[in-house]
């Protein structure tokens, strides 16, 4: 990521709980990644400042009052410069799971963990990763199976280097570190990413992460 002083991210944190939500803010307003941070327990007031703030990165409880959660997700993602979105949750099973995975979350993080792995992975998904907290990855890997029913897929359908990208893409790397990882340019990877996507019938690289985690397909 760019220093802090040439590009920090505007956060926007829309989370039911007061405490939890103003100490989230207080903790990365403390990290020279960030810029200006806003915090609200409603959802229209998140809207006004996604829309005020145009945030790089939004931060939304999973378990407001129904489809709050994925209204947030869907708004955050129709901005002039579409924001990063990490859902935060305090328990493994939700309805909206998969609903949020076709809108294209980034982050799916447990409000369970150390505060200091909290900030280093909401930090990860600013930075471009996909991020999965240890938690989360089996309710997601279930709610993809249910989603998904038995949906044929077949990896052979990829070039080699497409699976080399894909068997990044379950790790979580963003598009410049895979270009990093595999030499290749980033406008090469974001192609790659592309097919990937078309000839395995996933909605995101979040969705097709979670089918290669599954099934070994990593680095």
């Known amino acids: 990521m760019a220093s802090a002083s040439e590009h920090p991210i505007n956060v926007v944190i829309v989370d039911a709980s007061p405490l939890f939500r103003e100490s989230l803010a207080r903790l990365?307003?403390?990290?020279?990644?960030?810029?200006?941070?806003?915090?609200?327990?409603?959802?229209?007031?998140?809207?006004?400042?996604?829309?005020?703030?145009?945030?790089?990165?939004?931060?939304?409880?999973?378990?407001?009052?129904?489809?709050?959660?994925?209204?947030?997700?869907?708004?955050?993602?129709?901005?002039?410069?579409?924001?990063?979105?990490?859902?935060?949750?305090?328990?493994?099973d939700s309805e909206e799971l998969m609903t949020t995975v076709h809108l294209q979350a980034e982050g799916y993080l447990s409000k369970l963990i150390e505060v200091p792995?909290?900030?280093?992975?909401?930090?990860?998904?600013?930075?471009?990763?996909?991020?999965?907290s240890n938690r989360l990855m089996a309710a997601l890997a279930r709610a993809f199976r249910d989603d998904t029913g038995e949906v044929d897929r077949d990896l052979t359908m990829l070039t080699m280097r497409e699976r080399d990208v894909l068997k990044c893409l379950s790790i979580g790397m963003s598009n410049q570190e895979t270009g990093e990882y595999l030499s290749i340019q980033l406008g090469t990877v974001k192609v790659h990413v592309k097919h990937i996507l078309k000839k395995m019938g996933f909605s995101s690289r979040t969705q097709a992460a979670l089918w290669a985690r599954e099934r070994g397909i990593t680095i």
């Open 117 to 132: 792995e909290l900030l280093s992975q909401i930090k990860r998904v600013a930075c471009g990763q996909v991020v999965v």
């Open 28 to 92: 990365i307003h403390e990290d020279d990644c960030f810029g200006n941070i806003a915090e609200t327990g409603d959802k229209h007031l998140g809207m006004f400042y996604i829309e005020r703030l145009q945030p790089g990165l939004v931060i939304v409880d999973m378990h407001m009052k129904k489809d709050v959660a994925t209204e947030l997700l869907r708004y955050a993602k129709n901005i002039d410069k579409p924001a990063r979105v990490i859902m935060l949750t305090d328990r493994d």
